[in-house]
């Protein structure tokens, strides 16, 4: 199993999680929530595996693939004293 690691990061202002960095070369997406960004991530995965599979090593092109995805949120929000 060949396993593939996207970080995402949650955009306030756009109300929009986004790819932060991907091993997955022209991986780069954005979703509402966390699920839409993992599922359209992976909507995008195998064609992008097939038509970058020169840059990728050899011994990552094989099946199956999972990927993983790393959430990174930061908010500061006021507290009541």
Sequence with gaps: MTLWTLHASYDPEAAVWYTLDCDVPGLVTEGETLERLRDRAAAVM????????????????????????????????????
Excluded: K
Excluded at 50 to 70: K, Q, Y
């Design 46 to 81: 195998p064609e992008l595996l097939t038509d970058n599979a020169h840059l990728i090593p050899e011994t990552r092109r094989d099946g199956p693939h999972s990927l993983r995805l790393v959430a990174f949120h930061e908010s500061t929000i006021p507290v009541a004293a």
